[in-house]
């Protein structure tokens, strides 16, 4: 994935085209009622619930199915209590992968996420066994238009985030994880809201694989998103414009 912006390196997730509805609305749903769980149900003052929401407008989620996630979560409805756990392990070519899930059976999405690595050639990890590679960041992503290239770093500077990138079709913003709040703020007071902004976890360093390694952790990825607990996967790996140009062939 060289030349691409370095969030697309970071974070590996299936196009909308690729994945089907129900699945991704799932993960929203989860997301919301999480989200409003864990603080006000005014997305406003819970910024959390405001980027999922913002999430499922730009995937088409209804509007009741948004409400009413809204209010399973905020307890007017009884919902499912889903607890967020963090797995990590290792890949094909070395790879490292960190797995954020929301789940209501600990065993099951653990069990199911240790058979993915074991079917394609990796191995889930004890808690800590990669995540010291990554750093827990702020990302904010504006599109192309939003503004040129120098608007956007001079704001990005001012509002105190650490770095911006360009590929032409967005603006990639990372912050430190402590400052995202006051960094997302300030950019939306200059730009509006911005597409999407969440925290990740990006990679100090990548690891370039060969073609069949990249096979492999293609399909571990796809399996591991394919999972309905599965929120976001993320992964330190890189691959080539050429060879990724015949994996999708």
């Given amino acids: 994935m060289a030349g691409h912006s370095q969030f697309k390196n970071i ?27 864990g603080g006000a149900p005014d997305p406003n003052s819970n910024p959390r619930l405001r980027s999922a929401i913002q999430w499922a407008r730009e995937e088409n989620l209804p509007r009741d199915r948004i409400e009413a996630a809204v209010k399973r979560g905020s307890g007017n409805i009884d919902a499912d209590h889903f607890e967020a756990v963090r797995y990590e392990g290792y890949g094909p070519g070395g ?53 040129n290239e120098e608007a956007m770093f001079e704001a990005v500077l001012e509002a105190g985030a650490d770095n911006c990138e360009f590929d032409g079709a967005q603006h990639s913003v ?14 939306e007071k200059r730009f509006g809201a911005p597409a999407f902004a969440k925290l990740v976890w990006q990679p100090q360093n990548t690891v370039t694989v060969n073609e069949d390694q990249a096979k492999s952790l293609l399909k571990l990825i796809d399996a591991l998103e394919d999972n309905d607990d599965v929120q976001e996967v993320f992964a330190n790996f890189e691959i080539p414009e050429a060879m990724l140009a015949r994996l999708s062939a």
Avoid: W
């Fill in 95 to 147: 790879t490292a992968l960190i797995i954020q899930a929301l789940t209501d059976n600990r065993n099951r999405t653990a069990s199911d996420i240790r058979a993915a690595f074991s079917k394609f050639g990796g191995n889930l990890g004890e808690p800590g066994s990669v995540s010291f590679m990554f750093s827990h960041a702020g990302l904010i992503a504006y599109p192309a238009a939003a503004a």
């Fill in 11 to 37: 974070m590996y997730r299936k196009g909308a085209q690729d994945a089907k509805k129900a699945k991704i609305f799932t993960k929203i749903i989860r997301e919301i009622i999480s989200a409003a769980k």
């Fill in 174 to 187: 990372f912050c430190a994880h402590d400052s995202f709040l006051q960094v997302r703020d300030a950019l």
